[in-house]
Protein backbone atom coordinates (compact mmCIF):
# COMPACT_ATOMS: atom_id res chain seq x y z
CA UNK A 1 0.00 0.00 0.00
CA UNK A 2 1.14 3.91 0.14
CA UNK A 3 2.74 6.37 -0.96
CA UNK A 4 2.42 8.47 -0.85
CA UNK A 5 1.90 9.05 1.75
CA UNK A 6 -0.97 7.18 1.11
CA UNK A 7 -3.38 9.10 2.31
CA UNK A 8 -7.67 8.44 1.74
CA UNK A 9 -10.90 9.11 2.23
CA UNK A 10 -11.29 12.61 3.91
CA UNK A 11 -14.94 11.35 5.58
CA UNK A 12 -14.29 8.04 6.53
CA UNK A 13 -10.68 9.01 7.71
CA UNK A 14 -12.17 11.14 10.65
CA UNK A 15 -14.52 8.64 11.99
CA UNK A 16 -11.24 6.24 11.74
CA UNK A 17 -9.17 7.93 13.24
CA UNK A 18 -11.64 8.33 15.90
CA UNK A 19 -11.73 4.62 16.43
CA UNK A 20 -7.74 4.55 16.57
CA UNK A 21 -8.04 6.89 19.75
CA UNK A 22 -10.36 4.90 21.36
CA UNK A 23 -8.78 1.85 20.74
CA UNK A 24 -5.35 2.46 21.01
CA UNK A 25 -4.57 0.65 24.19
CA UNK A 26 -6.43 -2.21 23.10
CA UNK A 27 -3.41 -4.47 21.17
CA UNK A 28 -4.29 -8.22 20.84
CA UNK A 29 -5.44 -10.32 23.61
CA UNK A 30 -8.02 -13.09 24.14
CA UNK A 31 -12.04 -11.95 23.81
CA UNK A 32 -13.59 -12.49 26.85
CA UNK A 33 -15.65 -15.96 27.14
CA UNK A 34 -14.86 -16.87 23.00
CA UNK A 35 -11.60 -18.46 23.89
CA UNK A 36 -9.97 -16.74 20.67
CA UNK A 37 -7.11 -14.64 20.04
CA UNK A 38 -8.02 -11.48 18.78
CA UNK A 39 -4.95 -10.33 16.36
CA UNK A 40 -5.49 -6.60 15.73
CA UNK A 41 -4.02 -5.05 12.20
CA UNK A 42 -3.23 -1.74 11.82
CA UNK A 43 -3.61 0.07 8.58
CA UNK A 44 -4.23 3.72 6.75
CA UNK A 45 -5.70 3.66 3.18
CA UNK A 46 -7.32 0.81 1.32
CA UNK A 47 -5.32 -2.66 1.40
CA UNK A 48 -7.96 -4.74 0.40
CA UNK A 49 -7.58 -7.57 3.31
CA UNK A 50 -11.60 -7.49 4.28
CA UNK A 51 -12.08 -11.13 2.50
CA UNK A 52 -8.35 -12.30 2.76
CA UNK A 53 -9.37 -11.94 6.99
CA UNK A 54 -12.49 -14.37 6.62
CA UNK A 55 -10.75 -16.63 4.48
CA UNK A 56 -8.12 -16.71 7.21
CA UNK A 57 -10.37 -16.88 10.07
CA UNK A 58 -12.43 -20.18 8.20
CA UNK A 59 -8.88 -21.72 8.22
CA UNK A 60 -8.26 -21.06 11.79
CA UNK A 61 -11.12 -21.00 14.08
CA UNK A 62 -9.47 -20.14 17.16
CA UNK A 63 -8.36 -16.58 15.74
CA UNK A 64 -10.34 -13.47 15.16
CA UNK A 65 -9.07 -10.20 13.32
CA UNK A 66 -9.62 -6.86 14.20
CA UNK A 67 -8.61 -4.31 11.39
CA UNK A 68 -7.73 -0.58 12.78
CA UNK A 69 -7.49 2.23 10.44
CA UNK A 70 -8.49 1.41 7.24
CA UNK A 71 -9.53 5.14 5.33
CA UNK A 72 -7.23 7.23 7.49
CA UNK A 73 -4.42 8.68 6.08
CA UNK A 74 -0.91 8.23 6.63
CA UNK A 75 -0.49 11.92 8.80
CA UNK A 76 -2.81 10.12 11.12
CA UNK A 77 -1.95 7.12 11.37
CA UNK A 78 2.13 7.19 11.68
CA UNK A 79 1.93 9.64 14.31
CA UNK A 80 -0.28 7.18 16.36
CA UNK A 81 2.12 4.14 15.41
CA UNK A 82 5.08 6.30 16.08
CA UNK A 83 3.61 6.88 20.24
CA UNK A 84 2.41 3.30 20.33
CA UNK A 85 5.73 2.03 19.87
CA UNK A 86 7.41 4.65 22.39
CA UNK A 87 5.01 3.71 24.68
CA UNK A 88 5.58 -0.16 24.06
CA UNK A 89 1.67 -0.11 24.50
CA UNK A 90 -1.33 0.38 22.09
CA UNK A 91 -0.03 -0.96 18.41
CA UNK A 92 -1.45 -3.37 16.78
CA UNK A 93 -0.10 -7.25 16.66
CA UNK A 94 0.70 -6.35 12.60
CA UNK A 95 1.20 -3.17 11.19
CA UNK A 96 1.43 -1.49 7.84
CA UNK A 97 4.88 0.62 7.70
CA UNK A 98 4.62 2.94 4.20
CA UNK A 99 7.94 2.86 2.23
CA UNK A 100 8.65 6.32 2.83
CA UNK A 101 8.54 5.84 6.42
CA UNK A 102 10.58 2.69 6.67
CA UNK A 103 14.38 4.02 6.64
CA UNK A 104 12.45 5.73 10.15
CA UNK A 105 11.02 3.29 11.60
CA UNK A 106 13.96 0.66 10.81
CA UNK A 107 16.35 3.33 12.82
CA UNK A 108 14.44 1.24 16.09
CA UNK A 109 14.91 -2.18 15.41
CA UNK A 110 14.20 -3.44 18.89
CA UNK A 111 10.15 -2.58 18.28
CA UNK A 112 10.05 -5.45 16.26
CA UNK A 113 9.80 -9.01 15.46
CA UNK A 114 12.67 -10.28 13.80
CA UNK A 115 11.38 -12.00 11.10
CA UNK A 116 14.41 -13.69 10.17
CA UNK A 117 13.91 -15.61 13.44
CA UNK A 118 10.62 -17.24 12.17
CA UNK A 119 11.60 -18.48 9.10
CA UNK A 120 10.85 -15.77 6.85
CA UNK A 121 14.36 -15.99 5.55
CA UNK A 122 12.30 -19.23 3.40
CA UNK A 123 10.20 -16.24 2.03
CA UNK A 124 12.73 -14.51 0.21
CA UNK A 125 11.94 -15.62 -3.20
CA UNK A 126 8.58 -14.51 -2.96
CA UNK A 127 9.30 -10.97 -3.44
CA UNK A 128 11.40 -8.30 -5.51
CA UNK A 129 14.25 -8.68 -4.46
CA UNK A 130 14.38 -4.83 -3.63
CA UNK A 131 11.31 -5.05 -1.97
CA UNK A 132 12.96 -7.70 0.26
CA UNK A 133 15.97 -6.03 0.65
CA UNK A 134 13.92 -2.93 1.92
CA UNK A 135 12.53 -4.45 4.91
CA UNK A 136 16.09 -5.58 6.17
CA UNK A 137 18.06 -3.12 8.49
CA UNK A 138 21.18 -1.72 7.14
CA UNK A 139 23.00 -4.75 8.32
CA UNK A 140 20.56 -6.95 7.11
CA UNK A 141 20.16 -8.81 10.30
CA UNK A 142 17.19 -8.09 10.93
CA UNK A 143 14.11 -8.09 8.77
CA UNK A 144 11.46 -5.60 10.06
CA UNK A 145 8.80 -6.57 7.85
CA UNK A 146 7.60 -8.33 4.66
CA UNK A 147 6.52 -6.47 1.67
CA UNK A 148 3.07 -5.92 0.71
CA UNK A 149 2.55 -4.36 -3.11
CA UNK A 150 4.48 -1.42 -5.02
CA UNK A 151 3.16 0.97 -7.33
CA UNK A 152 3.36 1.52 -10.93
CA UNK A 153 2.10 4.49 -12.07
CA UNK A 154 0.02 5.72 -14.29
CA UNK A 155 -2.67 8.27 -15.46
CA UNK A 156 -6.42 8.10 -14.21
CA UNK A 157 -8.66 9.67 -16.80
CA UNK A 158 -12.26 10.75 -17.23
CA UNK A 159 -13.46 9.80 -20.69
CA UNK A 160 -16.73 11.69 -20.59
CA UNK A 161 -14.93 14.93 -20.02
CA UNK A 162 -12.70 14.13 -22.16
CA UNK A 163 -15.07 13.58 -25.05
CA UNK A 164 -16.85 17.08 -23.91
CA UNK A 165 -13.57 18.44 -24.58
CA UNK A 166 -13.24 17.12 -28.19
CA UNK A 167 -9.97 14.74 -27.18
CA UNK A 168 -9.88 11.20 -27.80
CA UNK A 169 -11.16 8.97 -25.26
CA UNK A 170 -9.76 5.64 -25.92
CA UNK A 171 -7.01 4.77 -23.89
CA UNK A 172 -4.29 3.39 -26.07
CA UNK A 173 -5.11 7.25 -28.40
CA UNK A 174 -5.06 8.86 -25.00
CA UNK A 175 -1.62 7.68 -24.15
CA UNK A 176 -0.17 8.78 -27.60
CA UNK A 177 -1.04 12.18 -26.31
CA UNK A 178 1.61 12.58 -23.53
CA UNK A 179 4.92 10.26 -24.51
CA UNK A 180 6.38 13.31 -22.55
CA UNK A 181 5.16 15.27 -19.73
CA UNK A 182 5.38 18.88 -21.99
CA UNK A 183 2.94 16.84 -24.02
CA UNK A 184 0.36 16.31 -20.77
CA UNK A 185 0.88 20.30 -20.83
CA UNK A 186 -0.30 20.79 -24.28
CA UNK A 187 -2.95 18.46 -23.80
CA UNK A 188 -4.07 20.08 -20.51
CA UNK A 189 -4.11 23.58 -22.42
CA UNK A 190 -6.38 21.74 -25.18
CA UNK A 191 -8.37 20.68 -22.88
CA UNK A 192 -8.87 23.77 -20.52
CA UNK A 193 -9.56 25.92 -23.92
CA UNK A 194 -13.07 23.25 -24.48
CA UNK A 195 -13.86 25.33 -21.51
CA UNK A 196 -15.81 21.83 -20.14
CA UNK A 197 -16.48 23.40 -16.75
CA UNK A 198 -13.77 20.90 -14.60
CA UNK A 199 -9.65 21.73 -14.44
CA UNK A 200 -7.25 19.42 -16.18
CA UNK A 201 -6.19 17.99 -13.28
CA UNK A 202 -7.16 17.33 -9.31
CA UNK A 203 -4.36 19.20 -8.19
CA UNK A 204 0.03 20.13 -8.11
CA UNK A 205 0.76 18.07 -5.47
CA UNK A 206 0.22 14.65 -6.66
CA UNK A 207 1.76 15.29 -10.05
CA UNK A 208 5.12 16.65 -8.34
CA UNK A 209 5.43 13.40 -6.53
CA UNK A 210 4.70 11.54 -9.39
CA UNK A 211 7.73 12.85 -11.75
CA UNK A 212 9.95 13.27 -8.57
CA UNK A 213 10.09 9.54 -8.16
CA UNK A 214 10.04 8.74 -11.43
CA UNK A 215 12.90 11.03 -12.23
CA UNK A 216 14.45 9.29 -9.16
CA UNK A 217 14.00 6.13 -10.40
CA UNK A 218 15.48 6.25 -13.67
CA UNK A 219 18.38 8.76 -12.79
CA UNK A 220 19.74 9.04 -9.56
CA UNK A 221 18.01 7.03 -7.37
CA UNK A 222 16.84 8.86 -4.47
CA UNK A 223 15.08 11.85 -4.12
CA UNK A 224 15.47 13.72 -0.66
CA UNK A 225 18.06 12.18 0.70
CA UNK A 226 20.90 10.21 -1.22
CA UNK A 227 21.60 6.65 -0.11
CA UNK A 228 24.13 7.40 2.51
CA UNK A 229 21.27 9.74 4.18
CA UNK A 230 22.44 13.32 3.55
CA UNK A 231 19.84 15.80 3.00
CA UNK A 232 19.46 16.52 -1.08
CA UNK A 233 16.96 18.65 -1.82
CA UNK A 234 18.55 21.10 -3.55
CA UNK A 235 21.14 19.74 -4.88
CA UNK A 236 19.68 16.53 -6.67
CA UNK A 237 18.48 17.63 -10.25
CA UNK A 238 15.51 15.01 -10.41
CA UNK A 239 13.97 17.06 -7.24
CA UNK A 240 14.51 20.78 -8.98
CA UNK A 241 13.36 19.20 -12.63
CA UNK A 242 10.25 18.04 -10.66
CA UNK A 243 9.78 21.38 -9.32
CA UNK A 244 10.39 23.34 -12.54
CA UNK A 245 8.06 21.00 -14.87
CA UNK A 246 5.12 21.04 -11.75
CA UNK A 247 5.29 24.84 -12.13
CA UNK A 248 4.94 24.68 -15.57
CA UNK A 249 1.64 23.02 -14.68
CA UNK A 250 0.78 25.30 -12.68
CA UNK A 251 1.63 28.42 -14.82
CA UNK A 252 -0.65 27.29 -17.75
CA UNK A 253 -3.56 27.10 -15.41
CA UNK A 254 -4.08 23.10 -15.56
CA UNK A 255 -4.93 22.64 -11.54
CA UNK A 256 -7.76 22.69 -9.83
CA UNK A 257 -5.84 23.08 -6.86
CA UNK A 258 -7.71 20.51 -4.66
CA UNK A 259 -5.48 19.99 -1.90
CA UNK A 260 -4.73 16.13 -1.92
CA UNK A 261 -7.16 13.67 0.48
CA UNK A 262 -8.89 16.90 1.75
CA UNK A 263 -12.71 16.97 1.93
CA UNK A 264 -12.71 19.09 -0.94
CA UNK A 265 -10.73 16.81 -3.00
CA UNK A 266 -13.11 13.90 -2.41
CA UNK A 267 -16.29 15.88 -3.10
CA UNK A 268 -14.36 16.80 -6.32
CA UNK A 269 -14.04 13.59 -7.51
CA UNK A 270 -18.12 13.31 -6.73
CA UNK A 271 -18.41 16.35 -9.15
CA UNK A 272 -16.59 15.89 -12.14
CA UNK A 273 -14.39 18.91 -11.48
CA UNK A 274 -11.11 17.87 -13.24
CA UNK A 275 -10.09 15.44 -15.78
CA UNK A 276 -7.12 13.60 -15.11
CA UNK A 277 -4.85 12.32 -11.96
CA UNK A 278 -1.74 10.65 -11.73
CA UNK A 279 -2.28 7.04 -10.91
CA UNK A 280 -0.49 4.80 -8.76
CA UNK A 281 -2.12 0.84 -9.06
CA UNK A 282 -3.45 1.65 -5.28
CA UNK A 283 -4.92 4.86 -6.82
CA UNK A 284 -7.84 3.31 -8.16
CA UNK A 285 -9.08 2.02 -5.07
CA UNK A 286 -9.29 5.28 -3.75
CA UNK A 287 -10.65 6.66 -6.87
CA UNK A 288 -13.75 4.34 -7.00
CA UNK A 289 -14.13 5.06 -3.06
CA UNK A 290 -14.10 8.82 -3.80
CA UNK A 291 -16.44 8.89 -7.06
CA UNK A 292 -19.10 6.60 -6.22
CA UNK A 293 -20.46 3.77 -8.41
CA UNK A 294 -22.43 6.99 -10.44
CA UNK A 295 -18.86 7.39 -11.75
CA UNK A 296 -18.28 3.79 -13.08
CA UNK A 297 -17.46 3.02 -16.56
CA UNK A 298 -16.49 7.31 -17.00
CA UNK A 299 -12.85 6.33 -15.98
CA UNK A 300 -10.47 4.48 -17.78
CA UNK A 301 -6.59 4.79 -17.62
CA UNK A 302 -3.64 5.51 -19.77
CA UNK A 303 0.22 5.22 -19.39
CA UNK A 304 2.11 7.76 -17.43
CA UNK A 305 3.83 10.76 -19.48
CA UNK A 306 7.58 9.84 -19.21
CA UNK A 307 9.31 6.56 -18.45
CA UNK A 308 7.15 4.52 -15.76
CA UNK A 309 7.97 4.78 -12.36
CA UNK A 310 7.14 3.76 -8.92
CA UNK A 311 5.28 5.48 -5.94
CA UNK A 312 4.08 3.67 -3.06
CA UNK A 313 3.96 0.54 -1.49
CA UNK A 314 4.32 -1.18 2.28
CA UNK A 315 5.41 -3.22 4.42
CA UNK A 316 3.51 -5.52 7.44
CA UNK A 317 5.73 -5.96 10.62
CA UNK A 318 4.64 -7.21 14.29
CA UNK A 319 5.58 -5.02 17.11
CA UNK A 320 7.43 -6.58 20.19
CA UNK A 321 4.76 -5.79 22.20
CA UNK A 322 2.15 -8.25 20.96
CA UNK A 323 0.44 -10.57 23.19
CA UNK A 324 0.47 -12.84 20.02
CA UNK A 325 3.96 -12.93 18.45
CA UNK A 326 3.45 -16.26 17.24
CA UNK A 327 0.39 -15.83 15.31
CA UNK A 328 0.53 -12.39 14.30
CA UNK A 329 3.86 -13.46 12.23
CA UNK A 330 1.51 -16.11 10.46
CA UNK A 331 -0.81 -13.84 9.85
CA UNK A 332 1.77 -11.56 7.95
CA UNK A 333 3.44 -14.43 6.26
CA UNK A 334 0.18 -15.13 4.53
CA UNK A 335 -1.16 -11.57 3.80
CA UNK A 336 2.04 -11.26 2.12
CA UNK A 337 1.94 -13.99 0.16
CA UNK A 338 1.45 -14.19 -3.68
CA UNK A 339 -2.49 -15.31 -2.81
CA UNK A 340 -2.92 -12.80 -0.23
CA UNK A 341 -1.26 -10.65 -2.29
CA UNK A 342 -3.77 -11.55 -5.36
CA UNK A 343 -6.64 -11.17 -3.01
CA UNK A 344 -5.23 -7.27 -2.43
CA UNK A 345 -5.67 -6.70 -5.62
CA UNK A 346 -8.58 -8.07 -6.42
CA UNK A 347 -10.22 -6.36 -3.92
CA UNK A 348 -8.28 -2.16 -4.10
CA UNK A 349 -6.07 -2.74 -6.93
CA UNK A 350 -2.62 -2.50 -4.45
CA UNK A 351 0.00 -4.19 -7.03
CA UNK A 352 1.69 -7.05 -5.89
CA UNK A 353 5.82 -7.15 -4.55
CA UNK A 354 5.48 -10.81 -5.06
CA UNK A 355 6.91 -12.03 -8.76
CA UNK A 356 4.47 -15.06 -8.69
CA UNK A 357 1.13 -13.53 -8.25
CA UNK A 358 2.59 -10.95 -11.01
CA UNK A 359 3.13 -13.85 -13.09
CA UNK A 360 -0.52 -15.38 -12.30
CA UNK A 361 -3.07 -15.09 -14.79
CA UNK A 362 -5.69 -13.66 -12.23
CA UNK A 363 -3.28 -10.37 -12.47
CA UNK A 364 -1.55 -10.79 -15.60
CA UNK A 365 -5.73 -10.80 -17.03
CA UNK A 366 -7.10 -9.10 -14.36
CA UNK A 367 -9.34 -5.94 -15.90
CA UNK A 368 -11.48 -3.16 -14.21
CA UNK A 369 -15.22 -2.87 -14.38
CA UNK A 370 -15.23 0.42 -12.73
CA UNK A 371 -12.30 1.77 -15.27
CA UNK A 372 -14.55 0.89 -18.61
CA UNK A 373 -12.97 -2.61 -18.35
CA UNK A 374 -9.01 -1.30 -18.73
CA UNK A 375 -6.34 -4.37 -18.57
CA UNK A 376 -5.12 -3.60 -15.06
CA UNK A 377 -3.08 -6.24 -15.00
CA UNK A 378 -1.30 -5.57 -18.32
CA UNK A 379 -0.73 -2.04 -17.09
CA UNK A 380 0.42 -1.78 -14.08
CA UNK A 381 1.66 -5.51 -14.23
CA UNK A 382 3.96 -4.80 -17.63
CA UNK A 383 7.43 -3.89 -16.25
CA UNK A 384 6.66 -3.98 -12.63
CA UNK A 385 9.79 -6.75 -12.22
CA UNK A 386 11.78 -4.18 -13.27
CA UNK A 387 10.87 -1.57 -11.34
CA UNK A 388 13.53 0.94 -10.08
CA UNK A 389 12.56 1.66 -6.43
CA UNK A 390 13.84 5.16 -5.14
CA UNK A 391 15.54 5.84 -2.09
CA UNK A 392 13.80 7.08 1.02
CA UNK A 393 15.86 8.85 3.77
CA UNK A 394 15.64 9.04 7.66
CA UNK A 395 12.85 11.88 7.73
CA UNK A 396 11.28 11.79 4.23
CA UNK A 397 7.62 12.23 5.29
CA UNK A 398 8.68 15.55 6.94
CA UNK A 399 10.38 16.55 4.10
CA UNK A 400 8.27 15.77 1.20
CA UNK A 401 5.36 17.28 3.16
CA UNK A 402 7.63 20.87 3.44
CA UNK A 403 8.12 20.95 -0.22
CA UNK A 404 4.53 20.06 -1.23
CA UNK A 405 3.28 22.64 1.38
CA UNK A 406 5.40 25.16 -0.93
CA UNK A 407 4.45 23.38 -4.28
CA UNK A 408 0.85 24.17 -2.80
CA UNK A 409 1.58 27.64 -1.96
CA UNK A 410 3.01 28.36 -5.56
CA UNK A 411 -0.49 26.95 -6.44
CA UNK A 412 -2.63 29.02 -4.48
CA UNK A 413 -0.82 32.35 -5.54
CA UNK A 414 0.40 33.05 -2.58
CA UNK A 415 4.14 32.70 -3.25
CA UNK A 416 6.09 32.88 -6.61
CA UNK A 417 7.87 29.67 -7.68
CA UNK A 418 11.32 31.45 -6.90
CA UNK A 419 9.80 32.21 -3.90
CA UNK A 420 8.07 28.87 -3.23
CA UNK A 421 11.41 27.25 -3.97
CA UNK A 422 13.33 29.13 -1.50
CA UNK A 423 10.69 27.99 1.40
CA UNK A 424 10.40 24.28 -0.01
CA UNK A 425 14.45 24.13 0.83
CA UNK A 426 14.59 25.78 4.04
CA UNK A 427 11.95 24.47 5.61
CA UNK A 428 12.85 21.11 4.09
CA UNK A 429 15.86 21.84 6.05
CA UNK A 430 14.55 22.25 9.18
CA UNK A 431 11.99 19.54 9.29
CA UNK A 432 15.45 17.20 8.52
CA UNK A 433 17.14 18.92 11.40
CA UNK A 434 14.31 18.09 14.08
Same mark, same amino acid.
Given at each position: ?29 ? @? ?7 ? &? ?6 ? $? ?8 ? /? ?7 ? @? ?39 ? !? ?41 ? $? ?13 ? $? ?20 ? *? ?31 ? *? ?7 ? !? ?24 ? $? ?6 ? @? ?10 ? &? ?87 ? *?? &?? /??? =? ?12 ? =? ?28 ? =???? *? ?14
Amino acid at each position: MAVFPRRRHAAVALAAAAALLVTAGCGGGN @EPGDGKITL &TVDVFGQF $GYEQLYQDYM /AANPDVKIV @ERGTGTNLDEYSPKLTQWLAAGRGAGDVVAIEEGLLVEYKA !NPANFVNLLDHGAADLKGNFLEWKWNAGLTADGKQLIGLGTDV $GGIAICYRKDLFEKA $GLPTERDAVSKLWPTWPDYITT *GERFTAAKTGASFLDGATNTFNTILLQTAGNTT *GYSYYDTSG !NLVVDSNPSVRQAWDTTMDIIDSGLS $GKYGSWSE @EWVSAFKQSKFA &TIACPAWMTGVIEANAGTAAQGKWDIARVPGNGGNWGGSHLAVPKQSKHQAEAIELAKFLTSAKGQIGAFKAKGPLPSSPQALDDPAIT *GA &TN /AYF =SGAPVGAIFGTGAK =SLKPVYMGPKNQAVRTEVENAVRTVELGQR =SPAQ *GWTDAVSNAKKAAAK
